[in-house]
């Protein structure tokens, strides 16, 4: 075997599924691929998320993006070889009062006037009819009949080895340590040498904002830590994955009974040392909410929490897109505890505006201008 | 000692908080209590003694002969830890360690205790976690049938309700705490039709230089007795190189190969083991660092000289720091108490070495002799990484040998945490205690890298399950209260 390249056409450096994904669809264009990731592919957010595959309640500009993304979702096995644990069982989104209804109504008419059909207004009885342990005073809600959810982990290593087989150099443990311009080409300093190549991918997740400072685009980008609970297995009770309007909780059941709480209570990321610390005042809180909305769970012990290291923007968007400032520099980053579902779809958009320098998805208000550029 | 018998009569915070009532436990408490600082001791089971002195308070075996001399030993420390003015919790779980984010400077952390269906967030300035040891997994094909338990479970059926198992009993494994077993039972009363010795042949080779230490130390006296005892009486079966368990829903015989020979042993119960390595689950979560012990073969704690971690304010005492038995983990501990008494200023560095250096040098007696035990007593390979690939490793996921193999060999997985996604091989409610040592041993072998290459399970707290209702009512410090009002 020949050593590994420390050139190619793309460099991708972060090894989440973004990283992944664009690194396999970059490849699947016939691009020469060196993807940099410091630990091992999924090792942070995109390992130890929910695994929601959610387009239900998501920001409009992001629509366009998940829309592509679900499709790949749909057929993921013909994509990466692996099924990734994906089911499709829809998420619900519960409405606890008729206002909290009326205001789902309006934003699946506004979906429906853009032309977005995958949003549905339920009533109180297809409520039930879905997610019989709901509490009966819940008047109804919102469905995304195509959502589900799959495993986060094995999902983000099935991109992996994909890539890896498409051509993809995946170089783990590799820890980047400064990104300079060097004429035409890129020159990424890690802790095993430098590397080259004319095109750069920054999808280093919470750890994004150091390279795009190191290339003079500062954002202001906040690290996370949105802790996750997972019970002992229960009887078959719930489908669909739920979420509420009024309180913060994600609530899922998976094939062999164990339910996934959630609900983006953060604990105290320590990014420098690859660790966080959870806050069992908000796993209360947490476990609160469900104690009220489904008695049933009351008596079910909690068997592990943890907590992911992820990347935050103010307006709750990702930075997607070319750089503001130099050509063949690109960000895909700050997913804000929603990128998982978007990471196919996100980096077949990635490649292609890398190779063609367009795309016909519309990724309009998630370029990194909006932090970068100041009023004129 | 003051006993808290309910959530709300804990402190809301203390000096020094213990987590293990075994022997280190025990003493660590005691130590420090007597040099006036203000203890909590945490046990999760109904009396003090830890495993080796389980239920020495309590014990229906009232004849002194069946758990020996060495047993009653741990009247003594429960009784001198009886006296001392330390806070006594007992059936309490622990089931989180995490920094007190409150604290304005200095190692203080906030600790998750469950009692009575109850559960609290209380502090601690320095912790010891003397959480002990636990029986290295044994997986042949068929340990998962009714009838074939681990001889430490066996041994707290006796020791704690005077049971021993009906029937004929077989044990196999290797290790001290073997031939002690069935000397115990069969005083007892247990029909034991053979014990199976799996030391592989070899380690008497590999453990011939550590002779001359062990020939000098306490553990020979201890260990010829053992095998004297067992040896007169019952059956023993050498060089045992390949065990399952079978039967039809439960287990009918034992098949045991030794070399190309093979014998069916028909019993009712079969008790395993092969040795003992420290349960590392609670230190893992809090943080602390471990590497692993190429003689114990096991991942212990990296400690300094008082026994710190490498988190500031938590020490491990006990077999939990790496193996050494009863009477260097009561030593252990009470030089952990020493250090953590002068991590809280209480003494200075002087006066802690002054009073640690006649425990170090016990401490050094007690220990000398171990490395002998621990090459001696080393699993075969087989016993390992079970070789069939048929054979369930982890029980809670039912997750097999072949499973782990392929998946490490097929996807190129690395690690045990990875592993966990395809398999979920350790995200049961034991955490991984059960198929830890031996999904690194398989993933090792599998990609010919060494245990220590491949590393552990991150572990997750709650460190023992916590249920929804405890952890929605968590009674919260007035401290922690004000911090997120704050």
Same mark, same amino acid.
């Given at each position: 075997?020949?050593?590994?390249?420390?050139?190619?056409? *793309?460099?991708?450096? !972060?090894?989440?599924?973004?990283?992944?994904? &664009?690194? =396999?669809?970059?490849?699947?264009?016939?691009?020469?691929?060196?993807?940099?990731?410091?630990?091992?592919?999924?090792?942070?957010?995109?390992?130890?998320?929910?695994?929601?595959?959610?387009? =239900?309640?998501?920001?409009?500009?992001?629509?366009?993006?998940?829309?592509?993304?679900?499709?790949?979702?749909?057929?993921?096995?013909?994509?990466?070889?692996?099924?990734?644990?994906?089911?499709?069982?829809?998420?619900?989104?519960?409405?606890?009062?008729?206002?909290?209804?009326?205001?789902?109504?309006?934003?699946?008419?506004?979906?429906?006037?853009?032309?977005?059909?995958?949003?549905?207004?339920?009533?109180?009885?297809?409520?039930?009819?879905?997610?019989?342990?709901?509490?009966?005073?819940?008047?109804?809600?919102?469905?995304?009949?195509?959502?589900?959810?799959?495993?986060?982990?094995?999902?983000?290593?099935?991109?992996?080895?994909?890539?890896?087989?498409?051509?993809?150099?995946?170089?783990?443990?590799?820890? *980047?340590?400064?990104?300079?311009?060097?004429?035409?080409?890129?020159?990424?300093?890690?802790?095993? !040498?430098?590397?080259?190549?004319?095109?750069?991918?920054?999808?280093?997740?919470?750890?994004?904002?150091?390279?795009?400072?190191?290339?003079?685009?500062?954002?202001?980008?906040?690290?996370?830590?949105?802790? =996750?609970?997972? &019970?002992?297995?229960?009887?078959?009770?719930?489908?669909?994955?739920?979420?509420?309007?009024?309180?913060?909780?994600?609530?899922?059941?998976?094939?062999?009974?164990?339910?996934?709480?959630?609900?983006?209570?953060?604990?105290?990321?320590?990014?420098?040392?690859?660790?966080?610390?959870?806050?069992?005042?908000? =796993?209360?809180?947490?476990?609160? &909410? *469900?104690?009220?909305?489904?008695?049933?769970?009351?008596?079910?012990?909690?068997?592990?929490?943890?907590?992911?290291?992820?990347?935050?923007?103010?307006?709750?968007?990702?930075?997607?897109?070319?750089?503001?400032?130099?050509?063949?520099?690109?960000?895909?980053?700050?997913?804000? /505890?929603?990128?998982?579902?978007? !990471?196919?779809?996100?980096?077949?958009?990635?490649?292609?505006?890398? /190779?063609?320098?367009?795309?016909?998805?519309?990724?309009?208000?998630?370029?990194?201008?909006?932090?970068?550029?100041?009023?004129? | 000692?003051?006993?808290?018998?309910?959530?709300?009569?804990?402190?809301?915070?203390?000096?020094?908080?213990?987590?293990?009532?075994?022997?280190?436990?025990?003493?660590?408490?005691?130590?420090?209590?007597?040099?006036?600082?203000?203890?909590?001791?945490?046990?999760?089971?109904?009396?003090?003694?830890?495993? #080796?002195?389980?239920?020495?308070?309590?014990?229906?075996?009232?004849?002194?002969?069946?758990?020996?001399?060495?047993?009653?030993?741990?009247?003594?420390?429960?009784?001198?830890?009886?006296?001392?003015?330390?806070?006594?919790?007992?059936?309490?779980?622990?089931?989180? #360690?995490?920094?007190?984010?409150?604290?304005?400077?200095?190692?203080?952390?906030?600790?998750?205790?469950?009692?009575?269906?109850?559960?609290?967030?209380?502090?601690?300035?320095?912790?010891?976690?003397?959480?002990?040891?636990?029986?290295?997994?044994?997986?042949?094909?068929?340990?998962?049938?009714?009838?074939?338990?681990?001889?430490?479970?066996?041994?707290?059926?006796?020791?704690?309700?005077?049971?021993?198992?009906?029937?004929?009993?077989?044990?196999?494994?290797?290790?001290?705490?073997?031939?002690?077993?069935?000397?115990?039972?069969?005083?007892?009363?247990?029909?034991?039709?053979?014990?199976?010795?799996?030391?592989?042949?070899?380690?008497?080779?590999?453990?011939?230089?550590?002779?001359?230490?062990?020939?000098?130390?306490?553990?020979?006296?201890?260990?010829?007795?053992?095998?004297?005892?067992?040896?007169?009486?019952?059956? %023993?079966?050498?060089?045992?190189?390949?065990?399952?368990?079978?039967?039809?829903?439960?287990?009918?015989?034992?098949?045991?190969?030794?070399?190309?020979?093979?014998?069916?042993?028909?019993?009712?119960?079969?008790?395993?083991?092969?040795?003992?390595?420290?349960?590392?689950?609670?230190?893992?979560?809090?943080?602390?660092?471990?590497? %692993?012990?190429?003689?114990?073969?096991?991942?212990?704690?990296?400690?300094?000289?008082? %026994?710190?971690?490498?988190?500031?304010?938590?020490? #491990?005492?006990?077999?939990?720091?790496?193996?050494?038995?009863?009477?260097?983990?009561?030593?252990?501990?009470?030089?952990?108490?020493?250090?953590?008494?002068?991590?809280?200023?209480?003494?200075?560095?002087?006066?802690?070495?002054?009073?640690?250096?006649?425990?170090?040098?016990?401490?050094?007696?007690?220990?000398?002799?171990?490395?002998?035990?621990?090459?001696?007593?080393?699993?075969?390979?087989?016993?390992?990484?079970?070789?069939?690939?048929?054979?369930? #490793?982890?029980?809670?996921?039912?997750?097999?040998?072949?499973?782990?193999?392929?998946?490490?060999?097929?996807?190129?997985?690395?690690?045990?945490?990875?592993?966990?996604? %395809?398999?979920?091989?350790?995200?049961?409610?034991?955490?991984?205690?059960?198929?830890?040592?031996?999904?690194?041993?398989?993933?090792?072998?599998?990609?010919?890298?060494?245990?220590?290459?491949?590393?552990?399970?991150?572990?997750?707290?709650?460190?023992?399950?916590?249920?929804?209702?405890?952890?929605?009512?968590?009674?919260?410090?007035?401290?922690?209260?004000?911090?997120?009002?704050?």
């Amino acid at each position: 075997m020949s050593a590994a390249p420390t050139s190619a056409d *793309v460099i991708v450096i !972060g090894g989440g599924i973004h990283g992944c994904s &664009t690194a =396999l669809h970059c490849a699947l264009r016939g691009a020469s691929v060196i993807l940099l990731e410091k630990d091992h592919a999924g090792r942070h957010a995109s390992g130890v998320n929910a695994g929601g595959v959610r387009q =239900l309640a998501r920001h409009v500009a992001e629509i366009p993006l998940s829309n592509v993304s679900m499709a790949l979702w749909h057929r993921i096995g013909e994509l990466v070889d692996d099924d990734c644990g994906f089911t499709s069982d829809g998420q619900v989104l519960v409405a606890e009062t008729e206002e909290d209804l009326a205001n789902c109504k309006a934003r699946v008419d506004d979906l429906t006037l853009r032309g977005f059909h995958h949003e549905e207004l339920i009533d109180g009885k297809e409520l039930r009819r879905l997610v019989p342990a709901v509490s009966e005073s819940c008047p109804g809600g919102v469905i995304s009949r195509r959502d589900g959810a799959a495993i986060p982990l094995r999902a983000t290593q099935a991109f992996k080895r994909k890539a890896q087989e498409q051509g993809a150099s995946i170089r783990e443990g590799v820890r *980047v340590e400064k990104v300079s311009r060097d004429g035409k080409t890129w020159r990424v300093a890690t802790n095993v !040498g430098d590397f080259l190549a004319p095109r750069l991918v920054n999808a280093a997740g919470a750890w994004a904002d150091r390279i795009a400072a190191d290339l003079g685009e500062p954002v202001p980008l906040e690290v996370i830590a949105p802790m =996750l609970m997972i &019970t002992a297995p229960l009887p078959a009770f719930i489908k669909p994955v739920v979420i509420m309007v009024r309180r913060k909780l994600s609530f899922k059941q998976f094939g062999n009974g164990t339910v996934l709480i959630g609900g983006g209570y953060s604990g105290r990321a320590l990014r420098d040392e690859n660790r966080t610390v959870l806050d069992w005042r908000k =796993l209360a809180t947490n476990a609160g &909410t *469900v104690w009220d909305l489904f008695p049933l769970m009351r008596g079910v012990p909690i068997v592990r929490a943890w907590a992911g290291i992820e990347a935050r923007m103010p307006d709750d968007l990702p930075v997607f897109g070319p750089s503001a400032r130099y050509e063949g520099l690109y960000h895909q980053f700050g997913f804000s /505890a929603h990128g998982f579902q978007l !990471g196919p779809g996100a980096g077949a958009v990635m490649a292609e505006i890398i /190779a063609t320098g367009r795309s016909n998805v519309p990724i309009d208000g998630l370029g990194i201008a909006r932090f970068t550029q100041q009023a004129p | 000692m003051k006993a808290v018998t309910a959530i709300d009569q804990f402190e809301e915070s203390y000096d020094l908080v213990v987590v293990g009532a075994g022997p280190a436990g025990l003493s660590a408490a005691a130590r420090a209590a007597e040099l006036g600082i203000g203890v909590l001791l945490v046990d999760e089971n109904p009396a003090p003694g830890g495993q #080796i002195y389980r239920a020495i308070t309590t014990t229906p075996v009232g004849d002194r002969e069946v758990l020996g001399a060495d047993y009653w030993r741990g009247a003594e420390i429960v009784a001198r830890f009886e006296r001392a003015q330390a806070g006594y919790a007992a059936r309490c779980t622990l089931w989180s #360690i995490g920094p007190d984010e409150t604290a304005a400077e200095g190692e203080a952390f906030e600790i998750g205790l469950s009692l009575d269906g109850r559960a609290r967030l209380i502090g601690a300035r320095q912790l010891i976690l003397t959480t002990g040891a636990q029986e290295r997994p044994f997986p042949i094909p068929g340990w998962t049938l009714p009838g074939v338990m681990t001889a430490g479970a066996a041994q707290i059926a006796l020791k704690s309700a005077a049971i021993v198992p009906a029937g004929r009993t077989v044990l196999a494994g290797c290790g001290p705490l073997l031939y002690l077993l069935a000397g115990q039972l069969a005083a007892a009363g247990a029909e034991i039709v053979a014990v199976l010795d799996t030391t592989p042949r070899g380690n008497w080779l590999k453990a011939a230089g550590a002779l001359p230490n062990f020939l000098r130390s306490p553990y020979l006296a201890k260990g010829l007795r053992l095998m004297a005892k067992a040896r007169r009486s019952l059956r %023993f079966v050498g060089g045992v190189t390949g065990l399952a368990a079978e039967g039809e829903g439960r287990l009918a015989s034992a098949r045991v190969a030794r070399g190309d020979a093979a014998e069916i042993i028909a019993c009712d119960t079969l008790l395993l083991h092969q040795g003992v390595i420290p349960s590392v689950n609670l230190s893992n979560a809090a943080g602390c660092a471990h590497d %692993f012990d190429e003689a114990q073969h096991c991942w212990v704690p990296r400690l300094d000289n008082w %026994f710190g971690s490498s988190v500031p304010g938590i020490a #491990i005492a006990g077999d939990g720091a790496g193996i050494g038995g009863a009477e260097s983990a009561a030593l252990r501990g009470e030089i952990a108490a020493l250090g953590a008494v002068r991590r809280l200023g209480q003494i200075d560095l002087a006066e802690g070495d002054r009073q640690a250096a006649p425990l170090r040098s016990e401490l050094e007696r007690a220990l000398r002799g171990r490395r002998f035990l621990d090459l001696l007593y080393k699993p075969a390979p087989q016993f390992l990484a079970p070789p069939q690939d048929e054979t369930i #490793i982890c029980r809670c996921e039912e997750v097999t040998a072949g499973q782990v193999r392929d998946t490490a060999t097929r996807l190129g997985v690395t690690g045990p945490n990875q592993m966990k996604a %395809f398999l979920r091989c350790g995200m049961g409610p034991c955490q991984g205690r059960l198929c830890g040592p031996t999904v690194v041993e398989l993933i090792a072998q599998a990609n010919g890298t060494t245990p220590a290459e491949v590393g552990y399970y991150r572990l997750r707290p709650p460190v023992k399950p916590v249920t929804l209702a405890e952890l929605a009512a968590l009674q919260q410090t007035e401290a922690a209260v004000k911090a997120v009002v704050r």
